[in-house]
């Protein structure tokens, strides 16, 4: 995530093709839902290529299984 209100959400993603696949209006109204879901607001949501940094670079892997946990829990596993 790069930046969040309760108004708007910005989602740092690593590459143009994976902020134009979820930019599209029905992804981008998949993850408003879970956010409502969880949190109660209903942000708009954006997508933005962010550079990784070294650190995260670092601890990706370690956090990459957690992070799909996360999300399954959320969103679903059929989703997947």
Do not use: H, W, Y
Not at 25 to 38: G, K, N, S, T
Not at 44 to 61: K, L
């Amino acid at each position: 995530m790069v930046a969040a209100s309760p108004d708007n959400v910005t989602l740092g993603v690593p590459s143009k093709f994976n902020r134009d696949l979820l930019g599209e209006r029905p992804m981008l109204q998949i993850i408003a839902d879970a956010i409502f879901e969880v949190s109660g607001a209903r942000p708009t949501v954006q997508c933005v290529v962010a550079a990784a940094s070294a650190d995260s670079e670092r601890t990706r892997g370690a956090t990459e299984a957690s992070g799909f946990m996360l999300a399954e829990s959320v969103l679903g596993a059929e989703l997947f």
